[in-house]
């Protein structure tokens, strides 16, 4: 009898339980301490809801302590609440949903009906004790793995349970990760529903259709947004409600929830990412694009923006917009309010000037209607020309500020126009060099730069053009890169070849310089650097504590300064090299004269430098040479190249260029570097095979295909090639060589050793029998 022998995956999961169960054997001393913990919780939970952050005054009366020296218990005018506290679950329920979120997060079930019953057990055991979950430190990521992967009608379960509790739950620190999740796992519901794409679930045995599952999950948003109006003002400034309440707003406008932009606007760096094995792709695809929402969300949009600035005054404000935790939802509320209705607003009143009487009317309607930028610049454009006012007060003080100055970049990319104008004339244009020299007020600037014209666009490069050192020695790479990007989009030759000019002079009058100087080459590489970057097939743990030893935590300043100028000087080189004319041609040739050990370092260091070699093999060459001397330098280390996280890219980026250009200076590389890299993949194969990424190296470059049937290759390795070179390299048949010598005969000629006598046709034809005669 042979031994049953489990599979790797088996393996792999006893491995993580067994290191799980081990834990939970060294924190069993630790829990009298977790349960004095938790009385004190429950003490605190039993006060009166204090909140972190009270919102500001309503009064007129500035204060500047008022967000972060509130007495605990202080309640602002819109905290008359008391937070709920739910109880606390058995040793037995932690246990039992403990064991359940280990179990939902390894995912490992024999097949989707077996999960679908587990969950709809999980669900008749938490009935009840939803809220005690949710506000659990120790079982609230249970609740949000569940969200995961829960049907329509379970999620409009949690709605029925979360049902006048939400106000509660959205301020606490566990809850309100849960109601994130909810929210955000919901909304594409909404769009299937109003396109008619939902099909209803099948109701399981022995459970009651509520009537929360007979609602549409519209309706459940607008009840729950009833619920939470009495106290938006608080929750604009709320350490964990404001989260909830952003999340609320990106569901109600409709844009997209998996974008980078929506996912830093909704989430902090510190959160705690929970996910399932698998669940990713059950993902629905509209949390990737715009979706449709009803129009009752769009009103209710309007709502909640004049509903929060209703109860403040402009002091109110600029407290607002200098604070941590108001300042992202204030950007979210005034983008909003400028991207929706902004234009709305245009359209009638070009609309209205039809009419002479229904347009005063109109206008004297909207002239009292009071919007969230009319109190943050009242009186404006006008109102800029002077530095008295307080719209000119309130953007001078928002430039330098590290926080009010990301409020002032939202300001600039969506406001209209004529305000745009008097921003541009008035307070930016004329000092535009000296703001992009700081190292705060250079984010409007360049948000300014983004929407100049041509004409003054020009005149900001002019008087930039002395500042290019100085913007060189403090690092201002994104300044730079923007001034080059925008004068090739308003087609400005001269204004980038001036630009061009001077940072070359700030680097020695050298093009060699560029590259080297931008990447940071010249500079001694650090031990963890050096090391391959390489992940191997092992499970999740150990790869998250490889990570976290490669990457501490902790870093000086002195670091994160060299990582900031290495990405942004590496964009730098990136935008160079996409503008075609001088700028390309002078980071390529920068590029032609690094040293091998240079380029295998911008290979393997980091996914900002590796990314320009990539952009550099499919770009149009300058010179016939440069795409063969680039490869040529990283030959001789294939196979370190294979098994890097990023140097793998570059060598997957060569086989899909070509080996002939099918236009002069295309990006091609000849076909016999791509056999000598293949030649040495084959001979580190096994190696290869070892590691992920060595793996997925040898399946891109076709690696079985070359050791079996290399003639295979050798016709796959030239598709990429143009029509007319691979119909000439192709092998002809023999009827095909047969007509093209025929083609190449004067006509007429019928072969040196015809004989008409042996010929069909010829027989007794008089003509051939006089040649023979006279022969």
């Known amino acids: 009898m ?8 088996q393996l792999v999961r006893d491995e993580k339980r067994a290191k799980k169960r081990e834990r939970e054997i060294e924190h069993e001393e630790e829990r009298d301490i977790k349960k004095q913990r938790r009385e004190e919780a429950q003490q605190e939970a039993l006060a009166p809801a204090a909140a972190d952050y009270v919102p500001p005054p309503l009064d007129g009366i500035y204060d500047e302590n008022a967000f972060s020296s509130a007495p605990e218990g202080r309640r602002g005018p819109n905290t008359n609440f ?4 739910f109880g606390m679950l058995a040793e037995e329920e932690q246990e039992y949903f403990r064991h359940a979120d280990e179990l939902l997060e390894l995912n490992d079930f024999p097949s989707a009906e077996e999960r679908d019953i587990f969950l709809q057990n999980v669900y008749k055991e938490m009935r009840g004790k939803e809220l005690k979950l949710a506000s659990s430190q120790s079982c609230s990521r249970l609740m949000e793995r569940l969200i995961l992967l829960s049907n329509t009608r379970q999620k409009k379960s949690l709605f029925d349970a979360f049902g006048g509790h939400f106000i509660s739950l959205v301020t606490h620190r566990f809850a309100s990760h849960c109601c994130e999740k909810l929210f955000l796992q919901s909304a594409p519901v909404v769009t299937q529903e109003l396109s008619g794409e939902y099909e209803q679930e099948p109701l399981p045995e022995g459970e009651e259709e509520t009537e929360a599952m007979k609602s549409s999950m519209e309706d459940l948003f607008l009840l729950t947004l009833d619920e939470l109006e009495e106290h938006l003002g608080f929750l604009l400034s709320d350490r964990y409600g404001s989260h909830a309440m952003r999340a609320l707003l990106v569901i109600l406008s409709g844009r997209p929830l998996d974008q980078a932009g929506t996912k830093s606007l909704l989430q902090s760096r510190k959160k705690e ?11 629905s695809e509209l949390s990737s694009q715009i979706r449709a929402v009803p129009s009752s969300f769009t009103m209710a949009i309007k709502k909640i923006i004049d509903d929060s600035t209703a109860t403040m005054d402009a002091t109110a404000l600029r407290v607002l917009a200098k604070h941590p935790t108001g300042n992202p939802t204030l950007q979210l509320l005034l983008e909003l309010e400028l ?20 347009a005063e009317t109109k206008k004297e309607e909207t002239q009292s209607e009071i919007t969230l930028l009319g109190m943050l610049v009242p009186d404006a454009p006008a109102a800029f020309a002077d530095n008295t006012t307080q719209a000119a007060e309130f953007v001078n003080s928002m430039i330098y500020d590290p926080i009010g100055s990301r409020l002032l970049e939202t300001l600039i990319t969506h406001c209209p126009g004529k305000i745009f104008k008097g921003l541009q004339q008035h307070i930016f244009g004329p000092r535009i060099q000296s703001l992009l020299r700081n190292d705060i007020a250079c984010y409007p600037a360049i948000r300014v730069l983004n929407r100049l014209s041509r004409e003054d666009l020009a005149d900001a490069v002019e008087k930039s053009l002395p500042e290019m ?10 300044v730079i890169k923007t001034l080059f990007e925008r004068c090739n989009v308003r087609n400005g030759t001269d204004e980038i070849n001036s630009l061009l000019k001077a940072l070359t002079s700030a680097y020695g009058n050298d093009w060699k310089n560029l590259v080297p100087k931008l990447c940071m080459l010249d500079e001694e590489v650090s031990e963890e650097e050096q090391k391959p970057q390489s992940t191997e097939e092992v499970g999740e743990e150990e790869a998250q504590e490889k990570k976290e030893k490669q990457q501490p935590k902790f870093q000086t300043q002195e670091a994160k300064n060299k990582a900031f100028m290495l990405n942004h000087g590496s964009q730098l080189v990136a935008a160079l090299l996409a503008i075609p004319g001088q700028p390309s041609k002078a980071i390529q040739s920068s590029l032609a004269a690094l040293k091998p050990a240079q380029v295998m370092k911008m290979a393997t260091t980091s996914h900002n430098t590796s990314s320009i070699l990539i952009k550099a093999l499919q770009t149009p060459a300058i010179t016939p040479t440069f795409h063969k001397v680039l490869v040529s330098s990283l030959l001789p280390h294939v196979y370190e190249l294979a098994t890097s996280q990023h140097g793998s890219a570059i060598l997957n980026a060569i086989i899909t260029l070509p080996s002939k250009p099918a236009e002069p200076n295309a990006p091609a590389v000849p076909f016999h570097m791509k056999e000598n890299i293949i030649s040495q993949l084959a001979q580190y194969e096994r190696d290869l095979r070892e590691t992920w990424l060595g793996r997925n190296v040898w399946r891109t470059w076709k690696g079985d295909l070359w050791s079996h049937r290399r003639h295979d290759w050798v016709r796959w390795a030239k598709e990429t090639d143009p029509e007319t070179a691979r119909v000439a390299a192709a092998p002809k048949k023999r009827e095909d060589k047969e007509k093209e010598e025929a083609e190449k005969k004067p ?5 040196k050793n015809f004989d008409p006598k042996k010929a069909k046709g ?6 051939f029998e006089k040649k023979e005669v006279s022969a």
Do not use: H, P
């Not at 008391?82 to 506290?85: L, M, N, P, T």
């Open 339 to 358: 991207t929706m209705f902004g234009k709305n607003k245009e359209k009638k009143e070009k609309k209205q000037k039809k009419d002479d009487d229904e």
């Open 273 to 283: 990412y929970i996910t399932v094995e698998g669940a990713a792709a059950n993902a």
């Open 762 to 767: 010829f027989a007794g034809n008089k003509k």
């Open 469 to 478: 050192a100085s913007f060189v020695d403090k690092g201002r790479f994104n």
């Open 747 to 751: 006509k007429g000629y019928l072969g």
């Open 2 to 9: 042979g031994k049953n022998r489990k599979s790797k995956r």
């Open 82 to 85: 008391e937070r709920e506290f």
